[in-house]
């Protein structure tokens, strides 16, 4: 086969999977400098590739194909795809399993860890149930096999082993994967064989489970950066402003507001953000510890719930929300929970901030969605109301609205 051009960025594990497979069948691949964003964005790339998408590939007769699944299959050849219709069915099995029981967990789970997406602990946990049932169901299978298909290695073992490849590199501690025997024994092989390690390189397992680190996230995002600041010019020399004509300095009403309030020794917001999104258990540490001399909870309730159609579209509102609420995450932290189903569902939140009046009424600019909501402040003495601050802060699933209606979905702002 004559060598073809493979268009990546170092460490994809989606171009793992072609790059292992080429090792087995002997393609030559050639990888140029690629750099995402602006290679991938290019009128010469896009004329080939629309979608913008790697990893791409471009044969030597100038043919383009998209989708790593259907690159693997071009590179590694009929070697690693079976021998009979059964087998190659088989394979086709194991990859879809990959992309559709592994991949999207993993990522939901990983990527957090990475700073490369926000964190969501309602999410985080179901996709640690999603990666559990997929071990579950390859420990099982290789209980008395080597390989997932046959007697050697195929492209499903390739496309599991690298869609496992960062579970196993950042949070698959050695507690959490210890009931999967079969699954790491296979894994362990697999990352062993030549063609892997030329790929790969050296595999380091994870010892201790990566946590979301809401500083990384910021830098990955950007939101953590400063201004570069840019030397100064000497100013043009203008005839000096009047009064009436010189501009106002704009004052920061929450900020303002916020100095207003005293600090608390007991209860720090970004401590209480951590604790929440890296530990289980934490309702008894914020009852504990919350200051009603500086903090307040409130519960909101949406007032336009006979509006609400489909569950996306009621979560994009929420999200929407909470963009707008930008200014006050440094001091502030709530979740949202939408309960029941199709055209017959309701929304309501829980906020925790500093200071003991309705922080939204501070600023204009906080209002524009909070006012679609009845607002109340929490009494923490109250059975009720703790019951309802810990089923909201919990995202718990068994949870139900005053209505009846049965939990749905959850997104907290942190």
Known sequence: MASSTLYTYP??????????????????????????GETNKSD??????????????????????????????????????????????????????????????SCTWVFPCLGIIQFNKQNTERAKQDIQKALGVLNTVL???????????TQADVTVACALLQLYQHVLEPGFRAPYQNTNRWFTTMINQPQF?????????????????????????????????????????????TEAEAPKKEVNLLAEYIKSVPASKTFVMDDWKKKYCNEDNVMDWFFD????????????TYNYNSELTQPFMSMNLIGGMFQRLEKMRKY???VHCLFGENKDSAISGVWVWRGK??????????????????????????AEDRRIITEHFNMDEKSTEKGGR???DATHYV
């Open 11 to 36: 460490e994809n594990f989606r171009s793992y999977k072609i790059l292992i497979a080429a090792q087995y069948s002997g393609a030559k691949l050639e990888s140029p400098a690629f750099k995402f």
């Open 44 to 105: 010469d790339f896009l004329k080939k590739f629309p979608l913008g998408k790697v990893p791409a590939l471009e044969t030597s007769d100038g043919t383009a194909i998209f989708e790593s699944n259907a690159i693997a299959r071009y590179v590694g050849g009929e070697k690693l795809h079976g021998k009979t219709p059964t087998e190659q069915a088989l394979v086709e099995q194991w990859i879809s399993f990959a992309d559709c029981e592994i991949v999207p967990s």
């Open 143 to 153: 209980k008395t096999k080597t390989y997932l298909v046959g007697e050697r290695i």
């Open 197 to 241: 390690k030329t790929v790969i390189g050296s595999f380091k397992f994870c010892e201790k489970m990566a946590q979301f680190d809401a500083k990384k996230f910021a830098e990955v995002s950007g939101k953590g950066k400063k201004e570069e600041k840019k030397p100064n010019k000497k100013p043009k020399e203008t005839a000096p402003k």
């Open 289 to 300: 510890n919350i200051d009603e001399e500086s903090y307040s909870v409130w519960y909101g």
């Open 332 to 334: 502030a932290m709530g």
């Open 357 to 382: 009046k309705l922080i939204f009424g501070v600023d204009p600019d906080l209002n524009t969605d909070a006012e679609s909501y009845t607002w109340r402040k929490m009494d923490l003495s109250s």
């Open 406 to 408: 049965k939990f749905n």
